[in-house]
């Protein structure tokens, strides 16, 4: 405030501690679920999010354990894949609320729209109408993707495109509207936990607490197999 303005810094410590002591408030207080209006928080956010927190702090048998009743209220599964065009059905403009969506920002046409598909898209593409800022890519030579299998249908979501950066360069074409009407159009929901990084934590945390079990290799395997298009449950 105005009156101290010399305040000494928080410690690591005390942040995390502000931060864990919100979230176990808004686990004892948020609602069971958000269907009468979707995208508010549920007690099941505060959860996942308290389980990222703990594996970041390093308390990974509570993190297991905080991940392992997010999975066991069997409220989430991971949307069926098959075809690079069926992730339209997770990050899609008519996706609406999926099985996987624990917390995600909404967007309509009403209001102001979501930005991000506006920083990735390039205006030749259609995807975004004539729009785009095309400012975030990859290219197409890095280690990383050279070692992405072809079988990963999220691999083809990056696709090669010359606009002045060399023949090399890729843009990702996740977040997709054609019928935006300006940077600020696009509706597709933005997702900050889907139930995919519930697997995962629990997976790690899992695994630093026991090493390589059963149910941790089941997790991690449960979100590849979706990315292969195969059997999740296979």
Same mark, same amino acid.
């Given at each position: 405030?105005?009156?101290?303005?010399?305040?000494?810094?928080?410690?690591?410590?005390?942040?995390?501690?502000?931060?864990?002591?919100? %979230? %176990?408030?808004?686990?004892?207080?948020?609602?069971?679920?958000?269907?009468?209006?979707?995208?508010?928080?549920?007690?099941?956010?505060?959860?996942?999010?308290?389980?990222?927190?703990?594996?970041?702090?390093?308390?990974?048998?509570?993190?297991?354990?905080?991940?392992?009743?997010?999975?066991?209220?069997?409220?989430?599964?991971?949307?069926?894949?098959?075809?690079?065009?069926?992730?339209?059905?997770?990050?899609?403009?008519?996706?609406?609320?999926?099985?996987?969506?624990?917390?995600?920002?909404?967007?309509?046409?009403?209001?102001?729209?979501?930005?991000?598909?506006?920083?990735?898209?390039?205006?030749?593409?259609?995807? %975004?109408?004539?729009?785009?800022?095309?400012?975030?890519?990859?290219?197409?030579?890095?280690?990383?993707?050279?070692?992405?299998?072809?079988?990963?249908?999220?691999?083809?979501?990056?696709?090669?495109?010359?606009?002045?950066?060399?023949?090399?360069?890729?843009?990702?074409?996740?977040?997709?509207?054609?019928?935006?009407?300006?940077?600020?159009?696009?509706?597709?929901?933005?997702?900050?936990?889907?139930?995919?990084?519930?697997?995962?934590?629990?997976?790690?945390?899992?695994?630093?607490?026991?090493?390589?079990?059963?149910?941790?290799?089941?997790?991690?395997?449960?979100?590849?197999?979706?990315?292969?298009?195969?059997?999740?449950?296979?």
């Amino acid at each position: 405030n105005m009156e101290e303005q010399n305040v000494a810094r928080n410690t690591v410590e005390e942040v995390y501690a502000l931060i864990e002591a919100d %979230l %176990l408030e808004a686990e004892a207080n948020l609602p069971d679920n958000n269907t009468a209006q979707p995208g508010r928080p549920t007690i099941w956010m505060a959860k996942t999010l308290l389980s990222d927190v703990l594996l970041t702090t390093q308390r990974y048998q509570e993190a297991r354990d905080k991940a392992q009743e997010v999975i066991s209220s069997n409220l989430f599964s991971l949307v069926p894949i098959q075809t690079v065009d069926d992730f339209e059905k997770i990050f899609g403009v008519g996706a609406g609320v999926t099985k996987e969506e624990i917390f995600h920002f909404k967007y309509s046409r009403e209001e102001q729209g979501n930005y991000y598909p506006f920083i990735i898209n390039h205006p030749s593409t259609g995807y %975004l109408g004539d729009k785009g800022a095309y400012a975030q890519y990859g290219d197409s030579t890095s280690t990383f993707y050279k070692g992405w299998n072809d079988g990963d249908l999220r691999k083809a979501l990056w696709y090669p495109l010359e606009f002045g950066l060399g023949k090399n360069t890729l843009l990702q074409k996740k977040f997709i509207d054609p019928q935006a009407a300006n940077e600020y159009g696009a509706i597709n929901d933005f997702p900050l936990y889907r139930y995919p990084e519930v697997l995962l934590i629990f997976a790690e945390a899992d695994a630093r607490v026991n090493g390589e079990t059963p149910d941790a290799l089941e997790a991690v395997n449960k979100v590849k197999r979706r990315s292969y298009g195969l059997a999740i449950g296979a």
